[in-house]
């Protein structure tokens, strides 16, 4: 089972989806029952949904790049010390996740705005299992734990 704490930082946010906390728990609970993957364990993450200068600032300050970026993850394991940690312990906090609001596609279209947000923080949770998208054969297989994911939770 999968929980998300969702903070929001920049109210800017509340003008696209009315609560985020609910909105990202219906897409949690999809995925809950779409996918045996989370069913022996209890997974925790954090969610915070910023803007520019938030972002900006964490990127800098945690993976020393000066720029601005769509998300940011940080998992708490290596993919490898994640599986150790699978067979031990029930309940595991994966990490955090930063959405850019900024980033997103702002269209009068909400339903396309969404699409991106889910993109997005998927993004950053299948980062927090350990995937990461550095050479183009684990680029394949993060694409395709999104797109899976993805297609869950629509």
């Known amino acids: 089972m999968i929980k ?3 903070i929001t930082k920049n109210p800017r946010w509340y003008r696209f989806i009315k ?3 609910i909105y990202i728990d219906k897409k949690i609970e999809k995925l809950n029952n779409k996918t045996t993957k989370f069913k022996n364990n209890k997974f925790f993450c954090s969610l915070l949904l910023s803007g520019n200068k938030e972002i900006k600032n ?3 300050k ?3 790049k000066d720029k601005v970026t769509d998300v940011l993850s940080f998992p708490f394991y290596t993919k490898k010390d994640l599986q150790i940690k699978l ?3 029930k309940e595991i906090y994966l990490g955090d996740i930063i959405v850019n609001l900024d980033k997103i596609n702002i269209y009068k279209d909400l339903i396309i ?3 991106q947000f889910n993109k997005l923080w998927i993004h950053g949770f299948v980062h927090l299992f350990g995937y990461d998208h550095k050479k183009d054969k684990d680029f394949k297989k993060m694409n395709k734990v ?3 994911y993805l297609k869950y939770i629509n």
């Open 146 to 148: 999104e797109k899976d």
């Open 58 to 60: 964490l990127n800098k």
């Open 113 to 115: 705005f969404k699409n």
């Open 4 to 6: 998300i704490n969702v």
């Open 87 to 89: 067979k031990k312990e």
């Open 62 to 64: 945690f993976k020393k």
């Open 19 to 21: 609560n985020p906390k």
